[in-house]
Nanobody, 128 residues
Framework: VQLQASGGGLVQAGGSLRLSCAAS????????MGWFRQAPGKEREFVAA????????YYAASVKGRFTISRDNAKNTVYLQMNSLKPEDTAVYYC??????????????????????WGQGTQVTVSS
């Protein structure tokens, strides 16, 4: 599967952005999807994930209550709605896909190595 992320940009603190990740291929609904981010000089970190059906979602503690992940399998797209953005949310955001079961293991769903396919990343910059 090929992934194309979009929707990043420059926003003031407290603002909102919605990221999209469009996937190619007919098997999108068989993949769990995740969003990760990487700030300069830091390791890539887990942000959020959604099960293949969309019924289960998972969040990093730092974004819980502010970000919402969702998917539309009919459109082969996963979204990340980001509200109440903070300067520390500034990073390149990546979407990723995995065939692994992310529901049973925190370790599996937050580890970048668990994901098989990655998008190219989209820059999010939050000014103070």
């Amino acid at each position: 599967v090929q992934l194309q992320a979009s929707g990043g940009g420059l926003v003031q603190a407290g603002g909102s952005l919605r990221l999209s990740c469009a996937a190619s291929g007919r098997t999108f609904s068989s993949y769990a999807m995740g969003w990760f981010r990487q700030a300069p000089g830091k390791e890539r970190e887990f942000v959020a994930a959604v099960s293949w059906s969309g019924k289960s979602t998972y969040y990093a503690a730092s974004v819980k209550g502010r970000f919402t992940i969702s998917r539309d399998n009919a459109k082969n797209t996963v979204y990340l709605q980001m509200n109440s953005l903070k300067p520390e949310d500034t990073a390149v955001y990546y979407c990723a896909a995995t065939t692994r079961d992310i529901s049973g293991s925190l370790r599996v769903r937050v580890r970048p190595g668990s994901y098989d396919y990655w998008g190219q990343g989209t820059q999010v910059t939050v000014s103070s």
